[in-house]
């Protein structure tokens, strides 16, 4: 069983800066070359509040964040470029969920790095000479062998399967020539990812009764809806507002929580997972994976004022506020669905970033700035894991986040 709880420890033990020697341009401002949306394309977001800082002042804590981020993780390998996923894969190896990553945020940076295109083509590589045998991109992959790292059969994880799709759509919409490429991704998702009655499954080999709510991407799957007609993504959407519908009002109906896993997701009555289901942390309650989800609840609301991700958004928004007394460092990584934390030694950004979003779709102005202000501190030492999703919200957060289907 796939355990990529291997990134705890490291963040618990505070893991040194990383230096590395990478073979790619550092980003530096210039015209667009080509580009349909060059950085920093300002969006109009449908709901809720910006942070009080100027755009200029939010596309320059954007860029600075950019430019570690790729210095740190983005790096020339196994025939292409790869993100360097530090604690999840061997030899500066990397996971598809890294991957999936940095097919998003290159793109949303074109304009800005020049070489973005050279950059989204090397991971777009990477991700073709690695696909197991439904043709999603196997998980993990040693950094010197460029080899299947993981024990068994090669299998995929959804989070990174959407967004190596998510990712092929922004591509096309930037630059064109990727439509084949993504409509072919998204066929092949449909069949592997997504379970008879619509909801997402965790990986393409298994079940069809569990799912897993950091892979919620609501505005990936409308993005999807708009893009690729031959599926019904619709039903797909329906099924996860559903399923975040029913585990909410059984199990979170203050907080709004969803634990790391869920089971019995193709009936009305999904639950939480047992409590190492799937890695070795507690997967009944909010773990290191739905940390993520205040960030892709609020995002949906946001870019397409979808009520039942803005009604999320606002309760995990509010539920984090409270348990933390408004202090954006008291927000913690393992939380009961009723929003109490359950280990305040063990401390992460990613924890803290995500909340961010929910809190700009909340409406919540003072909440907003203090987490924005955060965003441009590092405390833990977190590495690749909260560094990618802190450059994810910070495009988010600064109205950088253009959609594919506008």
Known sequence: MRDRSGRLAAVAAAAAT??????????????????????????????????SATPAARDAAVKKQYDSWKKAYLRAACGGYLVYATDDAPNKGTVSEAQGYGMNIVPLMAGYDTNARAEFDGLWKVVQDHRDSKGMMQWEIDGKSCKYADSGTPDSAT?????????????????????????????????????PDGHLKCEDDGPNTDTRPSDFMLDHLRAFAAYDTAHDWNKVITRTEA???EFTAAYSPTANLL??????????????????????????????????????????????????????????????????????????????????????GDQSEVANDPVGVAAMAAGDQAWTDSLWNYLATNPFEDTYYGETVKMLVYLVMAGDYWTPAS
């Open 18 to 51: 990383i230096s590395l020697s990478v073979l790619v341009s550092t980003a530096t401002p210039a015209a667009a070359a080509g580009e349909s949306h060059p950085f920093p394309t300002h969006v109009t977001y449908k709901t809720g509040v910006m942070p």
């Open 159 to 195: 989070d990174g399967d959407l967004d190596v799709g998510y990712g092929l759509i922004l591509a096309d919409k930037q630059w064109g020539g990727y439509t084949a490429a993504a409509k072919d991704w998204l066929a092949r998702f449909y069949a592997a990812d997504v379970a």
């Open 243 to 245: 399923v975040i519908s």
């Open 259 to 344: 634990s790391d896993f869920v089971v019995n997701a193709n009936t009305t009555s999904p639950k939480p997972a047992p409590a190492n289901y799937q890695e070795n942390q507690p997967d009944n309650i909010v773990g290191y994976n739905s940390v993520r989800v205040p960030w892709h609840m609020g995002t949906d609301a946001l870019v397409y004022g979808s009520p039942v991700a803005l009604g999320v958004a606002k309760k995990e928004s509010a539920s984090y506020k409270a348990k933390a007394g408004g202090d954006p460092a008291k927000i913690y990584p393992h939380t009961k669905l009723d929003g109490t934390p359950t280990n305040t």
